[in-house]
């Protein structure tokens, strides 16, 4: 089972490459974000949201009640409803 060191060199040369350049591939993809928005929208950028779930999102944002007026509105708007 006397292997040719030679062939052994190059197989741990071709191996180590192969971690290298994986490792290179995995930093080009890392990126860093100043805060949770910024990356929310590149998620948001970066994913297709599927159809149904954007009509259900809408259908659900619809049925929720509008805001009231804030009292300061209320009392200082120049058009009383």
């Known amino acids: 089972m006397n292997q040719d060191p030679s062939k ?3 197989r741990s040369e071709q191996a180590s490459e192969l971690v ?3 490792h290179t591939s995995t930093r080009q993809a890392v990126r860093e974000f100043g805060s949770v928005e910024e990356m929310i929208r590149a998620d948001r950028e970066a994913i297709q949201t599927p159809e149904s ?3 259900r999102l809408n259908e659900s ?3 929720e009640p509008k805001p009231q007026k804030p ?3 209320k009392i200082f708007s120049r058009n009383p409803e």
Do not use: D, G
Request: net charge positive.
């Open 61 to 63: 944002v619809s049925r």
């Open 53 to 55: 779930i954007s009509q």
């Open 20 to 22: 290298a350049t994986s």
């Open 71 to 73: 009292w300061r509105k």
């Open 8 to 10: 052994l060199h190059l």
